[in-house]
């Protein structure tokens, strides 16, 4: 972990140059902006930079603002609008995943299973890991999917092994005490794709793919205090940390981040370095800090883990926990039966899912939404997904095909798209049965997710009506080069409920702000484009 790491959805491209342009302020389309918006374009931050805006009127089309529309921006994370957007209008919001545990064999009089027991992975993103008790999705503003990028993170309440514990509880009380044969992760839902080069993304999860480490610093001069969850045989922590005295230079250092032997007996990550006791923990400035290992190997994990909860619920296991995913032992796709089901998982509401991955621009659950989406249209792989949806996006959806690009489903890279495409979708979403939840899934200005601290208005009072009438997906492009982190592109969409009740819809991008040495150039655009929906807002 970097102290001053700024990583968001970092591309490392290196010696890639960047050609920069400047705002454009012939032209016409700054006629009508107002002119405080057009004072924070003209910033010194953004002297390198272009921007681009669209507003509409969602109720009667009328065009309100229309800078650079046509221009091709990189937009990162606003891509999930499109993802989650499309997917949710084909499957409907009270769309559940359904995890089926199979036996491969007979079970006798005493309950003995003499074959397999297969646990079929259908894509469930989070394995009843994020349930609260009402039946919502937990989500923290600072979730640890970005721990290590942002530096720290606040970590979920419910337990993250809860549908694997559920399923274990059902294959016991479906009558089975012992296991003869194999326990196999059935992982053959869609093709395992790549995440940026970390893992190979698969149908199965466990805490989000994975292992949270959870740090407090003692009493200087000894060990901190170092723990980790999930807690399993998969994967172990070994720490060196110390806490060290007020004053001293934090050093705290996960090794390897994306551990290659889980499904090896004795898989070990360590935390060493120290730890200043009077150290500040970033976003949250407090304790715990929060770091994270990558669960590289999901179906190996998942496996060891469902053993592990299978034994505590009473049921003899006859192989090792650790080890590799016996995929050689399965039954042909497809061919399981009622007969053979002896447990199963319902997820939460896919508008559930919808929240946790806009909220907090949940990459892997972006990139796994786009994939589930190729299902429902007959394609099991990511580059066949993306060519159905873009033909869902073009021929459904009415959107110009040479207006945006994309590389995956949650934004990464050279990820592309108008102002005029963006906005398009938006509207066409208000027309969608799934509307409501679309809209509630989208972070809340100055309330929660990837807005929630985007609250500085003290400057001028009027604005701070905005807050919690703003809902709109953020996006982050910052790409590694040799002379140091390119800030690439800041992009904001959504929707904007007016001072005056009109409802807009609105994009907003900034590419090429240039080179930076920290995350505050980062932070002050956010909180700049939180000003400009603002000032929309209020003159609107």
């Not at 290196?14 to 012939?26: M, Q």
């Not at 970005?146 to 059902?170: F, I, R």
């Not at 929060?290 to 299978?310: D, H, M």
């Amino acid at each position: 972990m970097k102290k001053s790491s700024i990583k968001f959805y970092i591309i490392f491209l290196l010696g890639f140059g960047v050609l920069f342009s400047g705002c454009d302020k012939n032209n016409d389309g700054t006629d009508d902006i107002p002119e405080e918006i057009l004072q924070i374009f003209e910033k010194p931050l953004y002297s390198q930079a272009v921007w681009g805006l669209r507003v509409e009127d969602a109720e009667t089309g009328e065009l309100i603002y229309d800078l650079e529309s046509n221009r091709d921006f990189l937009i990162g994370s606003v891509r999930k609008l499109y993802s989650v957007g499309v997917y949710l209008n084909e499957v409907g919001s009270d769309h559940v995943f359904v995890t089926p545990v199979h036996r491969q064999g007979e079970v006798d009089e005493e309950g003995v299973l003499n074959g397999d027991l297969i646990l079929v992975a259908e894509g469930d993103m989070t394995m009843g890991g994020r349930r609260n008790p009402d039946g919502t999705m937990a989500i923290t503003d600072f979730d640890h999917n970005e721990a290590n990028s942002l530096g720290n993170a606040e970590l979920t309440e419910p337990n993250p092994l809860w549908g694997y514990e559920s399923l274990a509880k059902q294959v016991f009380d479906s009558g089975v005490t012992e296991i003869t044969g194999e326990i196999i992760i059935d992982d053959r839902l869609f093709e395992p794709f790549d995440f940026r080069d970390e893992f190979d993304v698969r149908p199965i999860f466990v805490n989000d793919d994975v292992v949270d480490v959870i740090i407090n610093p003692t009493e200087p001069g000894e060990a901190a205090s170092v723990e980790h969850r999930p807690l399993s045989a998969a994967f172990n922590i070994e720490s060196g940390l110390q806490t060290a005295g007020a004053g001293e230079e934090e050093d705290v250092l996960i090794s390897p981040e994306e551990p290659e032997c889980i499904g090896e007996a004795d898989c070990t990550g360590s935390v060493t370095g120290e730890l200043p006791f009077d150290f500040i923990p970033p976003l949250t400035d407090t304790f715990p800090l929060i770091q994270t290992f990558r669960i590289t190997e999901p179906s190996n994990y998942a496996r060891t883990v469902f053993i592990e909860e299978l034994i505590k619920a009473g049921v003899t296991v006859n192989v090792g926990a650790v080890g590799i995913n016996p995929i050689g032992n399965l039954p042909p796709q497809n061919t399981y039966t009622e007969d053979t089901k002896l447990a199963e998982l319902i997820s939460l509401s896919y508008s559930e899912y919808a929240k946790l991955i806009l909220k907090v621009s949940y990459n892997i659950g972006a990139d796994t939404t786009l994939v589930l989406y190729g299902l429902t249209q007959g394609v099991n792989n990511i580059n066949s997904s993306l060519d159905v949806e873009r033909k869902t996006l073009t021929e459904d959806f009415g959107i110009n095909g040479s207006d945006f690009d994309f590389v995956d489903g949650s934004g990464g890279g050279f990820t592309t798209s108008t102002n005029k495409a963006t906005v398009k979708l938006l509207d066409d979403m208000t027309g969608k049965s799934v509307f409501p939840e679309y809209f509630d899934a989208l972070p809340i200005l100055a309330v929660d997710g990837s807005l929630a601290f985007v609250t500085d208005f003290e400057s001028d009072p009027t604005l701070a009506g905005a807050a919690g009438n703003v809902r709109a997906k953020t996006g982050t492009f910052i790409e590694g080069t040799n002379n140091g982190p390119d800030f690439r592109s800041q992009a904001l969409a959504g929707y904007i409920d007016t001072k005056s009740g009109k409802r807009l819809l609105f994009s907003l991008v900034v590419n090429d702000v240039g080179i930076i040495d920290s995350l505050d150039p980062v932070l002050e655009t956010f909180q700049d484009q939180g000003t400009i929906t603002a000032i929309i807002w209020k003159d609107n």
